[in-house]
């Protein structure tokens, strides 16, 4: 089956922008896999110099801001600029750099890392990674608490996201998208469609899968594949093992032939790819791309994961209340539902809803950025890790991945 553009203008125009994209036992995991697993500790682990300090905030007299992001991830025109972010700038006269320069949680971190233990700039003022590195950032005493006062719009934040358990409050973290990973596929090549992890495993597929970079995407999904309920404190080292067991006899078997983050997209578009856990708003853009539903996402049948892409302020940005006043533009309904119009990953901001069901009245109907109970019922957020899971799970699960 196949699906035309939408007919509502606006939308329409906005789905056409995006076709110019670019596109254990504790001790055993601890010990596994010694080469990746030790440059993934090294990653994760702190200085013993002690936290940084955050640097004095110039932004009453540098009106600047660099900010950076994931693809395909704000609204874009058919001239590669940000409609709702030159307003921004038109409005507050802050001149914003805005890079799209994050692929994969890990990797981004590993570009940063020592410059956030010491303090000093990265090279970008606010960034959006995903809650799990956020918590592990705060935990580490590497981003700036945000003034509440700077931020009124915090008000229309989702009051489901509003204390997690890495950051009460959000006194130092701010909700940017949230979205769906699960099952997606080449309705061309699979006409079935897929509804289950097992069926990512037919031999008619050897080759042809891939899998998400972002660990608690695909071990979250694996897991509930498994029966495990990936929310809950109930489960550990023995689970985990069973379903890195299944990840890595499918790399090894060449079931599996890429670990990736974004540029899996591309594999989708030259056809080396015809299945893949993927996430939501991804699929999306590229059904825009090739101009009716040549893909197709769904929620495995056990669970797919819900996650959040997460604003923070590092440590060594000087400033932050230019960054707290781009949160607080963001998180005006009108532009929420702008963005997540193009985006089409889901928008932590109240009122949006109402906003797009006025000007964007398909796209208020998709359970993809707007889900209802039920489709949330089946989406399931990965357990926050305490440091020694973290680092040992991730060694594992690179140790996997660097044999793809």
Not at 183 to 189: D, I, P, R, V
Not at 328 to 356: F, L, M, Q, R, S
């Amino acid at each position: 089956m196949t699906r035309q553009l939408p007919q509502d203008p606006i939308v329409r125009e906005l789905v056409v922008q995006a076709r110019r994209m670019q596109f254990s036992r504790r001790n055993i995991l601890q010990g596994a896999g010694i080469g990746a697993g030790a440059l993934a500790l090294a990653a994760c682990a702190p200085t013993s110099a002690g936290a940084p300090k955050p640097a004095e905030d110039i932004s009453a007299t540098d009106k600047t801001l660099t900010w950076s992001n994931w693809p395909a991830y704000i609204d874009e025109d058919d001239d590669g600029n940000y409609p709702t972010l030159v307003r921004f700038q038109d409005q507050t006269g802050i001149s914003v750099e805005y890079k799209v320069d994050i692929d994969d949680n890990n990797t981004y971190y590993g570009t940063i890392k020592d410059q956030l233990a010491l303090g000093q700039f990265t090279g970008a003022d606010t960034f959006c990674l995903t809650e799990w590195m956020v918590a592990r950032l705060i935990r580490f005493g590497y981003v700036q608490d945000l003034d509440a006062a700077n931020i009124p719009n915090k008000k229309n934040l989702a009051p489901a996201l509003l204390n997690p358990d890495f950051d009460p409050g959000r006194a130092k973290s701010l909700p940017w998208q949230n979205g769906f990973a699960g099952l997606a596929w080449n309705t061309e090549e699979i006409p079935a469609g897929i509804k289950s992890v097992d069926d990512l495993w037919k031999p008619a597929l050897k080759g042809k899968v891939t899998v998400l970079s972002e660990m608690r995407d695909t071990m979250g999904i694996l897991l509930l594949s498994q029966g495990v309920d990936i929310s809950s404190e109930d489960w550990g080292t023995d689970e985990y093992q069973a379903a890195i067991a299944v990840l890595e006899e499918n790399v090894a078997s060449g079931q599996i032939f890429g670990i990736k983050g974004n540029e899996y997209m591309q594999d989708f578009v030259s056809g080396d790819a015809i299945a893949a856990i993927a996430w939501s708003g991804d699929i999306t853009v590229l059904n825009a791309e090739a101009g009716y539903e040549k893909w197709k996402f769904a929620l495995p049948e056990t669970g797919g994961t819900l996650w959040g892409d997460t604003f923070v302020v590092p440590m060594g940005s000087p400033r932050k209340a230019n960054a707290e006043t781009l949160m607080n533009y963001y998180y005006e309904p009108e532009v929420a539902a702008e963005v997540a119009a193009w985006v089409n990953y889901i928008t932590p901001v109240v009122g949006a809803k109402e906003v797009a069901a006025e000007k964007f009245p398909e796209v208020a109907d998709n359970q993809l950025i707007f889900p209802d109970a039920d489709t949330l019922s089946n989406a399931h957020i990965f357990r926050t890790l305490d440091s020694a899971d973290d680092q040992a799970f991730n060694a594992e699960f690179q140790r996997v991945k660097l044999g793809a």
